[in-house]
């Protein structure tokens, strides 16, 4: 029974100890990535689930709504806590019964996207032209565009979180087993 390490026994032991200890926390931190991704998965499968049937709705909208022209007759200022001033269009139009509507944007913007006295095209259910919309990106396709923005790096998340899972594998896989040196004597 040998009492005494020599230098080049006490190193192996201490890579080996190093190895040993460092396998638990890979493999804890490989599960870590997969369940991690496999949720972000699932949050982003949704979040493009929603994108899908708002999108559906807002073509649907623009398909099946009466159009008219219409003139942005002034801007109303709006005060908000976290988005400071925006201003949002009132635009005015006439439906094929003649009648006159006026309504206001809910969605503002800052600086204005529209003019006083600018010519917009309003998209209007024939029921309830109070609901009227400017046909514009922002008042008909932003939501779908941002929660398919939103989805989509979610999705690329989980992507690299899984490569990187991957890859920790490989680097484990590929460690090189550290050899014990044979007792003095033996075979």
């Known amino acids: 029974m040998k009492l005494w390490a020599g230098e080049g026994e006490f190193q192996v032991a201490v890579d080996n100890r190093r190895r040993n200890h460092d396998f638990p926390n ?3 931190i490989r599960l870590f990535l997969k369940v991690a991704g496999w949720i972000i998965t699932g949050v982003a499968i949704l979040d493009l689930t929603g994108a899908y049937f708002l999108y559906r709705h807002a073509e649907h ?43 206001q944007s809910s969605i503002g913007s800052s600086p204005p996207d529209y003019k006083v006295g600018e010519t917009v095209t309003v998209l209007y259910p024939p029921d309830n032209p109070e609901a009227a919309v400017i046909n514009g990106f922002i008042q008909v396709w932003l939501w779908p565009a941002l929660l398919a923005g ?20 490989r680097v484990e896989k590929r460690k090189p087993a550290i ?8 075979g």
């Open 150 to 169: 939103f989805g989509a790096v979610l999705l690329a998340l989980a992507l690299g979180m899984f490569v990187v899972a991957y890859i920790l594998g």
């Open 179 to 186: 050899p014990c040196p044979a007792p003095p004597g033996a």
């Open 61 to 103: 909208y623009v398909q099946t709504a009466s159009r008219a022209q219409g003139t942005v007759t002034k801007m109303v200022e709006q005060h908000g806590q976290e988005s400071g001033t925006t201003f949002a269009p009132v635009f005015q139009f006439t439906d094929p019964q003649g009648k006159v509507h006026e309504v």
């Open 26 to 28: 890979m493999q804890i």
